[in-house]
């Protein structure tokens, strides 16, 4: 009796024959290295471009917050009082007056506020406006909330004679300490005041990692010195 014997697989059956557990272990392990890689770039580019939209949100209001304070000192008539900061963290404000209406007269209540006061909180790295409505009651309201990460004022005269220290700038710590013009106190009030006819205005907004300063001088052109 003559014994059968099973052909060999050809090298053609053994390809046909599906992946071995440790061929699919290692297909799946690089598709799921693949899939994360795509899937944290995906979420990496969604946050970077969620980021710039906010940024360029806040950017824009920022822009338009120091245009809004530039147009209205501008046209100030009187810079009524100010607050200098004596620490970095300190609060930072100014009040003036803008005759809007132009009857000669600074109105406490009208519809269109001509008392205004712009305050910076480092606290809450808020800008601020405090004005009258049109009953004289005060209302506060955010310019800018949330990000500022920084706000200054620096009140400058062209009056070059008060010049002290001959740099080509005349601030008001010059006006102040000249006698029989300022009143020596080491404050910028009244006397002081009534000559400043430009300022100095620094914002910077943060916003994550994105940051952006704003600098401008103003002229008051109603507040003119000769």
Do not use: C
Not at 7 to 22: H, I, N, Q, W, Y
Not at 90 to 108: I, P, S
């Amino acid at each position: 009796m003559i014994a059968s014997t099973a052909p060999a697989a050809s090298s053609e059956d053994r390809a046909d024959a599906g992946f071995t557990l440790v061929e699919l272990m290692v297909a799946i392990t690089m598709f799921m290295t693949l899939l994360t890689l795509v899937l944290g770039g995906t979420i990496t580019v969604s946050r970077a471009l969620k980021d710039t939209r906010q940024f360029t949100a806040i950017n824009e209001q920022s822009r338009v917050a120091v245009e809004r304070l530039t147009r209205e000192l501008r046209q100030a008539s009187e810079i009524i009082a100010v607050t200098i900061p004596s620490t970095s963290d300190g609060e930072v404000a100014m009040t003036f007056g803008v005759d809007f209406n132009g009857n000669q007269n600074l109105d406490v209540a009208a519809a269109d506020p001509e008392v205004l006061t712009y305050r910076y909180l480092p606290a809450t790295d808020q800008l601020t406006l405090t004005a009258n409505d049109a009953s004289g009651n005060a209302v506060t309201q955010p310019i800018l909330s949330d990000d500022v990460s920084a706000f200054s004022l620096d009140y400058r005269s062209s009056l070059w004679q008060y010049d002290t220290n001959g740099d080509g700038i005349t601030r008001w710590s010059e006006i102040d300490a000249t006698t029989g013009v300022g009143n020596q106190n080491g404050v910028l009030d009244a006397p002081e005041l009534t000559k400043i006819d430009f300022v100095s205005i620094t914002l910077t907004v943060l916003k994550g990692e994105h940051r952006q300063t704003y600098q401008t001088e103003v002229g008051l052109r109603n507040q003119a010195q000769s």
